[in-house]
């Protein structure tokens, strides 16, 4: 079972400080930034409940949505079905292998998605479909956790979360972490406890696993995946990244 799936239905829950909006505003400004014109077909890739998928396309993009857990494509289908966002086209795809009807201006992958590529050649394999599905000279914009963020923000610490939905639903989340230098792979071990209407809690375990890449073997990887570097961002201002950043915004651009 793809890591995520036992946690989509509380997924939004539990990122609900992630601002999308202001998120997509950097996606936009890379867009005038970096490309000739606004693309029209844009793949949100590990979309995961959509959130970005809908927020672009609430903005005039054609979007495509991509993930491996059915469970999180079932939560992003639902949002877009009560939001009435009927256009958007959401497929089950691994990305390390995903296939395209076509190509298409840019791909984002958001929120440390590429931090899940953790087996040997996983990123190479990605950022090869991904170069084969952009149009010459589209975009790829996607963000990692930092390495100082795995060495000294995650490390083997342990959190406890507490939110509420817009719902008034609570959820907890009990968040133990497992950060090996010399793999460079970190578990995360979820529990996750949600309240239903009859006041009692259901708890929910998963464990996910990211990896942890430095500057040098994202650019070896895009370089020879051929692409051309943009830029590291330590924010969504464009500014350079500092030493205390946890996490890096990265444009790169298919060469054809
Ligand atoms: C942290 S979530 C981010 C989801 C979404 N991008 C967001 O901003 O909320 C990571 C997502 O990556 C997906 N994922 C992890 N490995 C994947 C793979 N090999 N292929 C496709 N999706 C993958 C998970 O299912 C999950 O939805």
Known sequence: MPAYDSIASVYDNINSEIDYSAWADFIENCFNRFLPQKPELVLDLACGTGSMTLELA???YDMIGADYSEDMLAEAYE???DKEMSGILFLKQDMRAFELYGTVGAICCCLDSMNYLTADGDLEKCLGCVHNYL???????FDVNTPHK???IYGNNHYIFEDNDSYGNVAFCGWQNEYDEETKLCNFYLSVFTEGENGKYTRVDEVQTERCYSKDELTAALMQSGFELIGFFGDWEFNAPKDSCERWYIVARAKK
């Open 58 to 60: 609430s903005r005039g």
């Open 79 to 81: 949002k877009a079905y």
């Open 135 to 141: 149009d010459p000279d589209g975009l790829f914009i």
């Open 150 to 152: 795995f060495k000294n």
